[in-house]
């Protein structure tokens, strides 16, 4: 079992930038890939960003590539989404995830276990 806790999120003008944390806890968190989903009102969730277990290989969403970047410490057991030139559709909620594979996971049904979610708002 691991249980997730995101933050970081809140709200913010176009342009700017926010960084997004999550902290992981129970099962070694290094064994797991990580990755970062989001749902925006009235839209389905979707993919937004992956980790391998290492750290060392990553994925990302045609809607946020060059814009996002994630990264984990498994010292800390933590991964991160650090976000630039936020744009007003990147609003939503952001859920951190955890799955049981190598990854990256870039297939929501793989991931196992999800946070409560934590929201990022952009105004124009």
């Known amino acids: 079992q691991v249980q997730l806790v995101e933050s970081g999120g809140g709200l913010v003008q176009a342009g700017d930038s926010l960084k997004l944390s999550c902290a992981a806890s129970?099962?070694?968190?290094?064994?797991?890939?990580m990755g970062w989903l989001r749902q925006a009102p009235g839209k389905e969730r979707e993919f937004v960003a992956a980790?391998?277990?290492?750290?060392?290989?990553?994925e990302y969403g045609d809607s946020v590539k060059g814009r996002f970047t994630i990264s984990r410490d498994n010292a800390k057991n933590t991964v991160y989404l650090q976000m630039n030139s936020l744009k007003p559709g990147d609003t939503g909620v952001y859920y951190c995830?955890?799955?049981?594979?190598?990854?990256?996971?870039?297939?929501?049904?793989?991931?196992?276990?999800w946070g409560q979610g934590t929201q990022v708002t952009v105004s124009s």
């Open positions: 995830a955890a799955s049981g594979r190598i990854g990256p996971v870039t297939r929501l049904d793989l991931y196992n276990y």
């Open positions: 980790i391998n277990w290492s750290g060392l290989s990553t």
């Open positions: 129970g099962r070694p968190f290094s064994s797991y890939a």
